[in-house]
């Protein structure tokens, strides 16, 4: 269900979900939402959908919700779409793969409401990643891989930039380190 800004509680019945969706359990939920955040300006909802291994995984990774009514496929997008471990049927629709395998595990809007940084596991190297999305109303976005920068995880400044720390991409080092989200 969803309240709308200005609007009264519904069933939510757009992508990933549809009308009369339902779910005995919570292994059986194929678009179980983890994490979920309004933007700054109110406008949009980013959410993240990460399904038990035993279901249709096909929706994991990053959605959004808009409040237009214009297009066939509005109001809600996936963003990236996660590539958690082999066989997971998202992997197989993913162009430019940045690394073998990657989970959604967080996410915050920057205080324009414009962009989604979005942290990430990487299972395989023992590590976290970042990227900085731009949420846009286009249903093949998530089918290209998000551009993974290897910090262990991150956080919106209020200038705009990142705070991220971890192991540093270029050697390795454990930092602190204040990040251009444009790089």
């Known amino acids: 269900f969803l309240a709308p800004p200005g609007g009264d509680e519904q069933p939510f019945g757009f992508a990933p979900f549809f009308e009369g969706y339902a779910v005995g359990t919570e292994q059986e939920n ?4 983890t994490e979920i955040e309004w933007s ?3 406008q949009r909802l980013a959410f993240i959908v990460d399904p038990p291994a035993t279901t249709d995984n096909v929706n994991a990774g990053v959605w959004f919700w808009q409040p237009a009514l214009e297009l066939s496929t509005d109001p809600s997008y ?21 690394a073998n395998h990657w989970r959604s595990l967080r996410m915050e809007w920057s205080l324009d409401s414009q962009r989604l940084l979005v942290n990430f596991a990487l299972p395989e190297e023992n590590r976290g990643a970042i ?11 998530a089918n290209e891989a998000p551009d993974l920068l290897r910090y262990d995880m991150a956080y919106w400044l209020p200038n705009g930039q990142l705070i991220a720390s971890g192991r540093r991409p270029s050697d390795g080092r454990a930092v602190i380190a204040i990040v251009n989200p444009d790089t």
Do not use: F, M
């Open 30 to 33: 194929k678009n179980r939402v």
């Open 40 to 42: 700054p300006d109110g």
């Open 78 to 98: 996936p963003v990236v779409r996660d590539c958690p471990y082999p066989g997971h049927i998202a992997c197989n629709l993913i162009e430019g793969r940045p």
């Open 131 to 141: 990227a900085v999305l731009r949420p846009v109303r286009d249903e093949n976005q």
